[in-house]
């Protein structure tokens, strides 16, 4: 199994980012994929998941900026990031449980910064 997190970077407050994470290794399409965020010196949060089903969920603070969706022929699943806050900044990794181990990406920084 893998997880390759991709689209991180520096952006202004206000600004948005796409981030990607390609998956390979399992069915892709009838597991729930997860995107995390961990900022420095702070705990790693739960911010977006997405069922096979194609059900969300969403962290409050990002709720109605953040969108997350996946794509599975192309088995990668996005996390759209809109108006993008300082609070933001974090490396974000996306993971997913397979045959009862959780697999984790490699993280992506989003910086959001003027």
């Known amino acids: 199994v893998q997880l390759q997190a991709s689209g991180g970077g520096l952006v202004q407050p206000g600004g948005s980012l796409r981030l990607s994470c390609k998956a390979s290794?399992?069915?892709?399409?009838?597991?729930?994929v997860n995107w995390y965020r961990q900022a420095p010196g702070k705990q790693r949060e739960l911010v977006a998941t997405?069922?096979?089903?194609?059900?969300?969920d969403y962290l409050d603070s990002v709720k109605g900026r953040f969108t997350i969706s996946r794509d599975n022929v192309r088995r990668t699943v996005y996390l759209q990031m809109n108006s993008l806050k300082p609070e933001d900044t974090a490396v974000y990794h996306c993971?997913?449980?397979?045959?009862?181990?959780?697999?984790w990406g490699q993280g992506t920084l989003v910086t959001v910064s003027s």
């Open positions: 993971n997913t449980d397979f045959r009862a181990r959780t697999y």
């Open positions: 997405i069922r096979s089903s194609g059900s969300t």
């Open positions: 290794g399992f069915n892709f399409s009838t597991n729930t």
